[in-house]
């Protein structure tokens, strides 16, 4: 089944612990991407992927890192959480960045509350 | 830059009555639209787009939304409204950024159809 995955899907943790949230792709996606949603304020893009080792900051990238050494794999790295990022996370993928009618393809989210 | 504005955070509307959920958009260029339904604890789920051609686009579950170029709108619309239609709502826009498109969303309209 094509889909995209991400783990964990609930996170508790305290302030200034690393962590790193999983996303996995199964369908040869160039594109991926991260977002934070948060009440009244939508989807916001925290970082994205062109291909491999290529990334680029989104609208929100601010205490947050990603890598993209495979394809398939778009993990999204705190290395200091802070209060202000418990949010909603979503991975996202899509074929090809520079064909504009393509579709994304979301992760089922990660609920991260950093105390 | 471009820019997709939903006007309203919340509809309602009575099972069996036609729904309309509002989008309008903002880009330099060809628009490349999209809506996304997101249903509780859940990822968002690709709906329909528009990319050129025939005004009215049909997607899934009976939902349709009309382009209207001269008004900048792409609302989303159904015939007759379910009680499992209630989710949120999300339009989106492709516009180019240098070489590649990066979608950019809305805020969200939460949809509430009552029995």
């Known amino acids: 089944e094509a889909q995209v995955t991400q783990n964990p899907r609930y996170l508790i943790t305290v302030t200034g612990k690393k962590l790193t949230v999983t996303c996995s792709q199964n369908?040869?996606?160039?594109?991926m991407s991260w977002y934070r949603q948060d009440p009244g304020l939508g989807l916001r893009q925290i970082y994205y992927?062109?291909?491999?080792?290529?990334?680029d900051k989104g609208d929100v990238p601010e205490g947050y890192k990603v890598s993209r050494k495979e394809k398939r794999n778009f993990p999204l790295i705190l290395e200091s959480p802070s209060p202000n990022q418990t949010s909603l996370y979503f991975c996202?993928?899509?074929?090809?960045?520079?064909?504009?009618?393509?579709?994304?393809?979301f992760g089922p989210g990660t609920r991260l509350t950093v105390l | 830059a471009q820019s997709v504005a939903q006007p309203e955070d919340q509809v309602n509307v009575a099972e069996g009555n036609p729904l309309t959920v509002k989008c309008t958009y903002s880009?330099?260029?060809?628009?490349?639209l999209f809506w996304y339904v997101q249903y509780p604890n859940r990822g968002l789920q690709f709906l329909l787009k528009?990319?050129?051609?025939?005004?009215l686009v049909k997607g899934s579950y009976g939902f349709e939304a009309e382009f209207n170029k001269s008004q900048t709108s792409f609302h989303l619309k159904k015939p007759s409204a379910l009680v499992s239609d209630s989710a949120l709502y999300f339009c989106?826009?492709?516009?180019?950024?240098?070489?590649?498109?990066?979608?950019?969303f809305g805020r969200g309209t939460s949809l509430i159809v009552h029995p």
């Open positions: 996202a993928s899509s074929p090809r960045s520079v064909d504009p009618y393509n579709e994304q393809f």
């Open positions: 369908m040869n996606h160039e594109y």
């Open positions: 992927s062109m291909n491999v080792e290529v990334t």
């Open positions: 880009v330099s260029g060809n628009p490349y």
């Open positions: 528009y990319i050129t051609g025939d005004n």
């Open positions: 989106a826009v492709s516009a180019a950024s240098g070489g590649s498109y990066i979608p950019t």
